[in-house]
């Protein structure tokens, strides 16, 4: 998955794209990109480049157009033959330090802003909120999972963004909220796994459930319906709004999940409570950004939705397939 950036956008976004490709010109001893260019495609219409072992960037010859992807920024930009000729100058300027990039803002700046004035404080005129938990490791069956904590997140009044942690015992009466609520619930997987697990843990049924889905907007089931892909919140939050997970693996949360739970460390909690806001923060932020540019990218197809397949693509995708368990949570 990949932004596509125009070069009017590849300016105003705080980036590295031109920096990593100056730095492919200089590993192959051409002075402009019209050189690299050359020298490339004269060995096949895709070139990857490689650094200890990742990919880096990547270059496609399609026809008249040239496609340029900087694997570390998750960026895309597709150039015609005025693209190139316009493209040759940002580098040029770029390698003579005529480009000043301190004024430029980060995509999480861009949406931030955006939402600061308003303008994604509600959907539809209806408030939303973001919400996820952390449970147990028995994720196989759901009506045994313990929920252990949980977070939400809402715009308030002023257009902030105002948090709620949730323990277990205010679980009963967050989850009494979430059933009276009258907006939207924005989540990732939270149909197969959050909204369930909440439900069970205050021994209610099936019913709330549905009622929770049937307002629930979950990020992980649109973009499935959109791109056909099983991606996690990290991967996409990464490549679209360049946020990562606090903790980077199972073995990691494994630890903490312990510390807490048989030495009731506090500190293991903090860090818990830490990576559960977090995650509803890269959520919020990817929500951001489906909102924003109505747009995905992946494998060289661009997918184009509206806000209201935003909305309700991801029940309709869940009426079609069933509920799906155990999405990899640090994929």
Same mark, same amino acid.
């Given at each position: 998955?990949?932004?596509?950036?125009?070069?009017?956008?590849?300016?105003?976004?705080? %980036?590295?794209?031109?920096?990593?490709?100056?730095?492919?010109? &200089?590993?192959?001893?051409?002075?402009?990109?019209? #050189?690299? =260019?050359?020298?490339?495609?004269?060995?096949?219409?895709?070139?990857?480049?490689?650094?200890?072992?990742?990919?880096?960037?990547? =270059?496609?010859?399609? !026809?008249?157009?040239?496609?340029?992807? #900087?694997?570390?920024?998750?960026?895309?930009?597709?150039?015609?033959?005025?693209? /190139?000729?316009?493209?040759?100058?940002?580098?040029?300027?770029?390698?003579?330090?005529?480009?000043?990039?301190?004024?430029?803002?980060?995509?999480?700046?861009?949406? +931030?802003?955006?939402?600061?004035?308003?303008?994604?404080?509600?959907?539809?005129?209806? %408030?939303?909120?973001?919400?996820? $938990?952390?449970?147990?490791?028995?994720?196989?069956?759901?009506?045994?999972?313990?929920?252990?904590?949980?977070?939400?997140?809402?715009?308030?009044?002023?257009?902030?963004?105002?948090?709620?942690?949730?323990?277990?015992?205010?679980?009963?009466?967050?989850?009494? /909220?979430?059933?009276?609520?009258?907006?939207?619930?924005?989540?990732?997987?939270?149909?197969?796994?959050? !909204?369930?697990?909440?439900?069970? !843990?205050?021994?209610?049924?099936?019913?709330?459930?549905? &009622?929770?889905?049937?307002?629930?907007?979950?990020?992980?089931?649109?973009?499935?319906?959109?791109?056909?892909?099983? +991606?996690?919140?990290?991967?996409?939050?990464?490549?679209?709004?360049?946020?990562?997970?606090? +903790?980077?693996?199972?073995?990691?949360?494994?630890?903490?999940? &312990?510390?807490? $739970?048989?030495? %009731?460390?506090? #500190?293991?909690?903090?860090?818990?409570?830490?990576?559960?806001?977090?995650?509803?923060?890269?959520?919020?932020?990817?929500?951001?950004?489906?909102?924003? =540019?109505?747009? +995905?990218?992946?494998?060289?197809?661009?997918?184009?939705?509206?806000?209201?397949?935003?909305?309700?693509?991801?029940?309709?995708?869940?009426?079609?397939?069933?509920?799906?368990?155990?999405?990899?949570?640090?994929?």
């Amino acid at each position: 998955m990949y932004k596509r950036f125009t070069l009017d956008e590849l300016k105003t976004v705080q %980036n590295t794209f031109i920096s990593n490709f100056y730095s492919i010109l &200089k590993r192959e001893h051409c002075q402009m990109a019209s #050189d690299l =260019f050359k020298k490339i495609f004269r060995e096949g219409n895709e070139i990857y480049y490689m650094t200890r072992g990742d990919f880096t960037f990547r =270059f496609q010859n399609n !026809n008249e157009e040239y496609t340029l992807m #900087d694997e570390k920024q998750k960026i895309q930009v597709v150039l015609d033959e005025q693209g /190139k000729r316009d493209f040759q100058s940002m580098v040029k300027n770029y390698i003579l330090k005529k480009e000043k990039i301190t004024w430029q803002k980060t995509i999480e700046q861009i949406l +931030l802003d955006e939402f600061h004035t308003g303008k994604y404080s509600t959907i539809w005129w209806k %408030n939303y909120m973001v919400y996820d $938990i952390e449970t147990d490791t028995n994720i196989q069956n759901l009506k045994e999972t313990k929920f252990l904590l949980a977070y939400a997140m809402y715009p308030t009044g002023g257009n902030k963004m105002t948090y709620e942690y949730v323990d277990q015992e205010w679980l009963k009466a967050f989850v009494q /909220k979430m059933l009276d609520f009258d907006g939207y619930i924005v989540g990732f997987n939270s149909i197969a796994f959050d !909204n369930m697990v909440s439900v069970y !843990n205050v021994w209610w049924s099936d019913e709330d459930i549905k &009622k929770l889905d049937e307002k629930t907007i979950d990020l992980f089931l649109f973009v499935r319906a959109m791109t056909g892909k099983r +991606l996690g919140l990290n991967k996409i939050a990464e490549a679209l709004v360049n946020v990562s997970k606090t +903790l980077t693996s199972w073995a990691e949360w494994e630890v903490l999940y &312990k510390k807490y $739970i048989e030495e %009731n460390d506090l #500190d293991a909690l903090e860090e818990f409570k830490r990576y559960c806001k977090n995650d509803v923060r890269m959520t919020m932020l990817v929500f951001l950004y489906l909102m924003h =540019f109505k747009k +995905l990218f992946i494998e060289g197809d661009e997918i184009t939705f509206t806000l209201e397949d935003l909305v309700n693509q991801s029940r309709q995708a869940a009426k079609e397939t069933g509920r799906m368990v155990g999405q990899n949570m640090f994929e």
